[in-house]
């Protein structure tokens, strides 16, 4: 079992639709990032956090350290948003950052 | 339009051939890392540089050999490679390498095939 583990593996919405992509992990972190992927191996970082909640556009990352889980939402989702969502823990203890699996997202017009 | 520039964009060698990509940040940061994605399988990290120093080495075989000669630019040199090392290899840079691992801005990748 992966130490992080992303849901849904894939997931497919109509344009304007709320979308929730989560991340678990069973180690403890410092902080824990959201990365957005386009096709063609682009990647953007959208969020670092190790608290609370973030906000940027139509974007929301929340993350409950106490749970080890985080989720990515996307407010009237449109289909530029369709890319890989990839979640990554880090810790302090080895100075480890891991990886999900990443989560394959596809908004129809 | 991307402070990181890497090239080539794709490359194809064979298993004895030797060659380098390079990446390039503009952004005036002092971390650079490289990764590998391999195809269905989470992002890896392979190497971390921080002010041209390396202190990040996650058990990568020795045909990956990389190199910083300064700040804003970061080698990895390719030697009698595998198939099986066919991925795209992507560069990033950050600010600083802090405790939380700042904020990375990513470069677009080198598909990298091994025949």
């Known amino acids: 079992k992966n130490e992080v583990e992303q849901s849904p593996q894939n997931l497919t919405a109509q344009e304007g639709e709320f979308i929730t992509i989560n991340c678990s992990y069973s180690?403890?972190?410092?902080?824990l990032h959201w990365l957005q992927q386009h096709p063609g191996g682009g990647i953007v970082s959208l969020f670092m956090?190790?608290?609370g909640k973030k906000k940027h556009g139509r974007l929301i990352a929340t993350i409950n350290i106490q749970e080890k889980h985080s989720s990515l939402h996307i407010t009237a989702s449109h289909p530029r948003d369709s890319a890989v969502y990839i979640c990554?823990?880090?810790?302090?203890?080895?100075?480890?950052?891991?990886f999900g699996g990443g989560t394959r997202v596809l908004v129809k017009p | 339009e991307t402070g990181v520039t890497q090239t080539p964009r794709h490359l194809v060698m064979g298993m004895t051939n030797k060659k380098s990509l390079k990446c390039e940040q503009h952004?005036?940061?002092?971390?650079m890392y490289w990764y590998k994605q391999s195809a269905k399988k989470p992002l890896e990290l392979m190497f971390v540089?921080?002010?041209?120093?390396?202190?990040e080495n996650n058990s990568v075989p020795s045909r990956f050999s990389p190199e910083c000669p300064n700040s804003s630019h970061l080698f990895l040199h390719l030697h009698t490679l595998q198939p099986e090392d066919s991925a795209l290899y992507l560069c990033?840079?950050?600010?600083?390498?802090?405790?939380?691992?700042?904020?990375?801005?990513f470069g677009p990748g080198t598909r990298l095939t091994v025949l």
């Open positions: 956090l190790s608290s």
């Open positions: 990554a823990v880090y810790k302090a203890a080895g100075n480890k950052l891991t």
């Open positions: 180690v403890g972190i410092s902080a």
């Open positions: 990033a840079s950050s600010q600083d390498l802090t405790t939380s691992w700042d904020t990375q801005y």
């Open positions: 540089y921080s002010l041209e120093e390396r202190v």
């Open positions: 952004l005036g940061h002092n971390a």
